[in-house]
């Protein structure tokens, strides 16, 4: 940059936020995840400092809209690959569903079910599908499923169906985690199963 005629450093940004999402130099996001995180915890302690004794209905409303809604909002973008951001991201809801006192003693899967909500993870997945979906089946312009190199395979030699996407090779973790490549083997899975 040149300012009256002399050379102007540059300011250095470690991390940047666009559309509500951290992105890092490393587009590593766990300076999102935390955030986030945060976020979560802190309208968790406003639900338990208002609520003293709450319904498991009425929980399960507040949590959906104060607290998952943080820990979801747009993670097709910035989806968790590192197994300590994801343990981080799931021990939010792991805290929110002891909140109630029926089921403080019970194992988090049998807390889940009886709440009825699914794991993170899983909603995470189910998220990426549903994109795919939209993106495959003519929902968002063509050329978005063109710049993200979503590409059905054309290899008929064994048993699959016309949905399967090409598996492309990748070797650093930036490409092999994002959303074109990591959706690609949970996508053919499913769609083998309706075959």
């Not at 799931?90 to 109630?100: D, F, I, N």
């Amino acid at each position: 940059m040149v300012m009256n005629g002399q050379l102007a450093a540059l300011d250095y940004e470690d991390h940047i936020k666009d559309l509500g999402v951290t992105f890092d130099e490393k587009l590593d996001f766990s300076v999102h995840i935390a955030e986030k995180i945060n976020k979560a915890y802190r309208m968790l302690w406003l639900i338990k400092r208002n609520f003293n004794e709450i319904g498991n209905e009425a929980f399960i409303l507040l949590y959906k809209h104060l607290v998952r809604a943080h820990l979801e909002y747009n993670n097709s973008v910035w989806a968790p690959y590192k197994r300590c951001n994801i343990e981080k991201l799931e021990k939010v809801q792991k805290l929110a569903t002891k909140m109630l006192p029926g089921l403080r003693k019970m194992p988090y899967p049998e807390r889940l079910q009886k709440l009825g909500l699914p794991t993170l993870i899983y909603r995470r997945s189910r998220g990426d599908m549903i994109e795919t979906y939209k993106l495959l089946s003519g929902k968002y312009d063509n050329q978005v499923a063109l710049k993200l190199l979503l590409y059905l395979s054309d290899d008929h030699h064994t048993r699959g169906n016309s949905c399967k996407l090409l598996v492309k090779r990748c070797h650093y973790d930036l490409r092999k985690y994002f959303f074109s490549n990591r959706i690609i083997n949970i996508w053919n899975f499913i769609m083998e199963q309706f075959t």
